[in-house]
């Protein structure tokens, strides 16, 4: 599967942005999608994750509460939903693809190219 990330951009603090994965391939509804995000020079952070079905969802502790995760079978997407957002989320978000629900991004096969999301203060 192949995954691309958009919907970066520049915002202010306390305002908000959603982004989009959009996958090709026909099993895109048989894996596991998470988003991560990393800052030059630290490592990447679990920033969260949704079964196939999108039913059951996880979010890294850091975002919970602020962000929410939407998935869209039909149109092979999952969207990031970030309010309230803060200028310690700065970072380049990815999304990733996984047979299993896991934490680390070592467990996910398939990353999208990042997309960078600044947010001003």
């Known amino acids: 599967v192949q995954l691309q990330a958009s919907g970066g951009g520049l915002v202010q603090a306390g305002g908000s942005l959603r982004l989009s994965c959009v996958a090709s391939?026909?099993?895109?509804?048989?894996?596991?999608v998470a988003w991560f995000r990393q800052v030059s020079g630290k490592e990447r952070e679990f920033v969260g994750a949704?079964?196939?079905?999108?039913?059951?969802?996880d979010y890294g502790d850091s975002v919970k509460g602020r962000f929410t995760i939407a998935r869209d079978n039909a149109k092979n997407t999952v969207y990031l939903q970030m309010n309230s957002l803060k200028s310690e989320d700065t970072a380049v978000y990815h999304c990733?693809?996984?047979?299993?629900?896991?934490?680390?991004?070592?467990?996910?096969?398939?990353w999208g190219q990042g997309t960078q999301v600044t947010v001003s203060s």
């Open positions: 990733a693809a996984a047979a299993r629900f896991v934490y680390e991004g070592a467990g996910y096969d398939y």
């Open positions: 949704c079964t196939e079905s999108g039913r059951s969802i």
């Open positions: 391939g026909r099993t895109f509804s048989s894996y596991i």
